[in-house]
């Protein structure tokens, strides 16, 4: 598929960072305009015809290099946002510290944003353009041309346009070459480009587990000194950046990076804890969970985030639960408080709505409600609306290998019995049947450790 870029790039020896694109003409690389949505096109099209630059930029153009499907399609001009919201009747003009613009098109939505230029000490202070004293951007409203442009985009694989007109890549900053050698790199100078917005590490690691690229040496380094730096991002766009980072279909290899980089820790530092506590615990239970989620992704199933934080919060849980039990209070006061406890302090980093952090906790306290199934307390907890997650959620847990297996298949076979199988079912256990912990007979575990009850 990238063998006529191959031969491009044999032909021209491409410079890192450049002010003159390198422009590879329609024929010499793997874009058709057919593939391009007509949304999006409309766009473009709009744009030129009165009069000012657009191009398609960024993912959209890296992941039609690469024969896959963009996501959604950005476009960049040099039209002002008060000029594109003009030209569109259906155009919003949306955020503070980063302009763009939602262009609706029938069912697509179009982000244009306007080309951004370097900011000099000038402009700091200023309405368009504020940097925090640790040279983080808190504003970026400084408009150039489109080379500028290419400048302030995070990777040189970001930083490609295409022009649907007549079918033309510029390459401003080497992005096709680093494109064919799988590579994410950094334009610029990565340390200052993370201090400027530290979410672009998490962007690289995105990319990485979604492309299968390599993070280039110089572009990777500094990840693992400055992740500390995410404390500074505000918890809203935290949780925006977490759902893109694991609900795209390559949860587990995100993961692994995350942790490999060093930034799990702050992202979700009691879960982190607790992995490195016990990873012959944790970790078999969270690489389940992102498994399983990568596999209803990629089958088209509904993944609700409730389920994935509370996967990602639940060794948190469990050591929390672990620390107030020793206090002899009852198992589900326990979970309430410990549950209670975790998502206040996972709050202060991530802005986990209430509308995903209430199921969560019903999805933890079902885990010490399902062994109790005797007479109609089964029916009742089969009715429960959130009865299905909570389910999911301890077969994830069998799987894992932290209960031992039974209880998730009484529950299987109850849900597919019909109502005098179930009567008997229920009537049949003798009391309710607590499901046993592997980890409460490991032999170096106090015999009070208790994870179901
Ligand atoms: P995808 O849409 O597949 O997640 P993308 O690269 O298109 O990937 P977007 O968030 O849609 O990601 O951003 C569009 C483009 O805007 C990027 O390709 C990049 O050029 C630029 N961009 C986005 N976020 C940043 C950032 N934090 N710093 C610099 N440039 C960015
Ligand atoms: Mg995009």
Redesign the pocket.
Known sequence: MLKKLAKYFRKNHLPVVSSEPHIVPSGDHPISARQITSGAKKVVEQLVSDGYEAYL???????LLLGMH???Y?VATDATPEQVSNLFRRARIIGRR?QIVHVRMGPEII?V?TFRAQHSSEHNGKDQSRRSSKGMLLRDNIFGSIAEDAC????T???LYYHPQDNSVFDYANGLRDIKQRLIRVIGNAEE?YR??P??ML?AV??AA?LGFSIEEDSARPIHKQGHLLADIPPARLFDELL?LLM?GHALATFHLLREFGLLRFLFPATDEALSNDPGYYLPFLEQAMTNTDKRIRANKRVTPAFLLGALLWPAVQEARKKLERDNTSPIYTLQQAAGDVIHRACQRIAIPRRFSMPMREIWELQLRLPRRACTQAQRLVENPRFRAGYDFLLLREDAGELESGLGDWWTRYQDADEHKRHEMASNLDQPREQRSRRRRRPRKPASSNQTT
């Not at 930029?57 to 992941?63: A, I």
Request: some cysteine.
């Open positions: 930029v960024g993912g959209c153009v890296r992941d963009p996501k959604d950005d980063f982000e944003t302030r985009r995070d990777f694989m970001n930083a480009r400027e917005d979410v672009r962007r995105r990319f979604k893109k795209n």
